[in-house]
């Protein structure tokens, strides 16, 4: 993918001249005749006379003058001010020329931006919202098991009818969206040893707990910088020992993931 664009002059908002324009201009300055430059641009001999009369108009002066018949025959040049809008407007359109090129180098980048932003203008009742490409997808009969891979190289697995995987057609490389509310969000402080039927376990760090009357948000920071949120009672908050910096592990259900494209 990349970048284009064009640059034009505007006077009082009616379009003076832009790259085609100057180029007549700069045909005439060359040439000495309207219809020479009209042929060496592709315009027609009316067409260049139409856009010259437009210029003139917004210029406030005349562009061209006409000079005299005499033994070689009259001709057209550009005034003293026709002159001047050309060579600023070749600065102008090579400054631009620059600047494009350079945005256009960077396309690819504004892409996951422009990606980011309308990501981050989603609404949603979930509290959590992870955002991935799809790392695999097993087909069941009635589930598909689709494995989402996040950027800090975590994964987070979603059971979704195999209905639902076809419209949102989610295979390998997909761009997609793991909804997740807090309330299916189980915290874990010592996993070592354990087992869980929960297919999902993301480890990381406490990075925030707040506490209410009965329950708690308990906020665990993850590598590659997202963060899972989970509502526990408090008291199992405080028997947990929850707190900024101790390492924790978020669980939760394969079939509590919502996907989204």
Request: charged share 20%.
């Given at each position: 993918?990349?970048?284009?664009?064009?640059?034009?002059?505007?006077?009082?908002g009616q379009?003076?001249?832009?790259r085609?324009?100057?180029?007549?201009?700069?045909?005439?300055?060359?040439h000495?005749?309207?219809?020479?430059?009209?042929?060496?641009?592709?315009?027609?001999?009316?067409?260049?006379w139409?856009?010259?009369?437009?210029?003139?108009?917004?210029?406030?002066?005349?562009?061209?003058?006409?000079?005299?018949?005499?033994?070689?025959?009259?001709?057209?040049?550009?005034?003293?001010?026709?002159?001047?809008?050309?060579?600023?407007?070749?600065?102008?359109?090579?400054?631009h020329r620059?600047?494009?090129?350079?945005?256009?180098?960077?396309?690819?980048a504004?892409?996951?931006?422009?990606?980011?932003?309308?990501?981050?203008?989603?609404?949603?009742?979930?509290?959590?919202?992870?955002?991935?490409?799809?790392?695999?997808?097993?087909?069941?009969?009635?589930?598909?098991?689709?494995?989402?891979?996040?950027?800090?190289?975590?994964?987070?697995?979603a059971?979704?009818?195999?209905?639902?995987?076809?419209?949102?057609?989610?295979?390998?490389?997909?761009?997609?969206?793991?909804?997740?509310?807090?309330?299916?969000?189980?915290?874990?402080?010592?996993?070592?040893?354990?087992?869980?039927?929960?297919?999902?376990q993301?480890s990381?760090?406490?990075?925030?707990?707040?506490?209410?009357?009965?329950?708690?948000?308990?906020?665990i920071?993850?590598?590659?910088?997202a963060?899972?949120?989970a509502?526990?009672?408090?008291?199992?908050?405080?028997?947990?020992?929850?707190?900024?910096?101790?390492?924790?592990?978020?669980?939760?259900?394969?079939?509590a993931?919502?996907?989204?494209?």
């Open positions: 993918m990349a970048l284009q664009g064009n640059v034009w002059m505007t006077v009082d379009k003076l001249g832009g085609e324009r100057m180029d007549l201009l700069a045909a005439i300055g060359e000495g005749s309207i219809t020479a430059a009209a042929k060496a641009v592709g315009l027609s001999y009316k067409g260049a139409d856009a010259i009369e437009a210029m003139n108009n917004l210029a406030g002066e005349a562009l061209l003058e006409r000079l005299a018949g005499g033994k070689g025959g009259g001709g057209t040049r550009l005034t003293a001010r026709g002159q001047q809008l050309v060579k600023n407007f070749a600065q102008i359109d090579e400054a620059r600047f494009v090129a350079a945005l256009s180098s960077q396309s690819h504004l892409a996951d931006d422009l990606l980011m932003i309308r990501n981050i203008t989603m609404k949603t009742s979930a509290r959590n919202q992870f955002s991935g490409k799809v790392a695999s997808v097993q087909q069941g009969v009635v589930n598909d098991e689709v494995t989402l891979g996040l950027a800090g190289g975590q994964q987070i697995v059971t979704i009818t195999r209905d639902s995987s076809e419209s949102l057609a989610l295979a390998p490389g997909v761009s997609a969206w793991a909804l997740i509310k807090a309330s299916s969000v189980i915290v874990v402080t010592e996993p070592e040893g354990a087992r869980f039927s929960a297919r999902n993301l990381g760090t406490v990075s925030r707990v707040q506490e209410g009357a009965v329950n708690t948000e308990v906020s920071a993850l590598a590659g910088g963060t899972i949120a509502i526990v009672t408090r008291e199992s908050a405080i028997a947990l020992e929850l707190t900024v910096g101790k390492p924790a592990t978020a669980i939760f259900k394969a079939s993931v919502i996907l989204g494209t």
